[in-house]
């Protein structure tokens, strides 16, 4: 009990002397803060947190309030192949700060605060989890970018729930395109049998509810992909969680 009691003491000592050396910063504007990874006050009130009207199956933000289960023009048209999408943040400047930071500029300490956002969403909107599987990045392009943030969100929200995740559940059969300035049809067009499920993992998907974390959606192209892909081996539903989406509605 003293040896356990004594090391907890050593390491609150040497993460008091880290935040003297190196102070914790907003990830936004780098004001300090109370703690790594939190944001400050002024950073957080320009957050939009997606709380309002939305469509049941997407998550697309509705300027007014409409029916519990009412969908947008798009869902109607071509179903999506997961059940339900939802997003903390609404995907405007601040929003898109943060992100940037976490994603290209090696705010990792954001993990925490992102997976406390993403299992909020999961409990109030998604349902039971029986896995957790990231967006993958092409080879390539983890190669470039050293990780991949969707991973990262992916076991900082199974440490929240309580569900494993499957980091390599996915996998990017070819490099795509940036969907960057692509219409919605351009978007799925770009996607279409981009991923596959790996042999190792496809007994554990059987009958499996599946949650797929990305860090940003716009049309759903990506993540719908991934759904079908996990639907077509045989996961019972498909849910996605990320951290902001687009108002986009072409």
Known sequence: MALTESNGKGAAALRWLADVIFPPLCPAC?????????????????????????????????????????????????????????????????????????????????????????????????????????????????????????????????????????????????ATPSQGGLDRAARRANVEGAFAVRHRHRAALQGRRVLVVDDVMTTGATVDACAKALIRHGAASVAVAVIARTPFAD
């Open 30 to 174: 780098a004001a300090p803060v109370g703690a790594v990874g939190h944001l400050c006050a002024d950073c957080w009130a320009t957050l939009t947190f997606l709380d309002g009207a939305a469509c049941a199956t997407c998550g697309l933000p509705f300027e007014i309030e409409v029916g519990a289960d009412s969908q947008c023009g798009a869902c109607l048209a071509e179903p999506p192949a997961y059940a339900r999408a939802r997003a903390a943040l609404r995907y405007d400047d601040a929003a898109r700060g943060l992100i940037l930071a976490f994603k290209h500029g090696d705010r990792l300490d954001m993990a925490p605060t992102f997976g406390r956002w993403l299992a909020r969403i999961s409990r109030m909107s998604l349902g039971e989890v029986d896995l957790i599987a990231p967006v993958p990045l092409h080879r390539w392009r983890l190669l470039a970018r050293r990780y991949n943030q969707a991973a990262v969100l992916a076991a900082a929200l199974a440490r929240e729930l309580g569900a494993p995740p499957i980091p390599d559940l996915l996998a990017r059969r070819r």
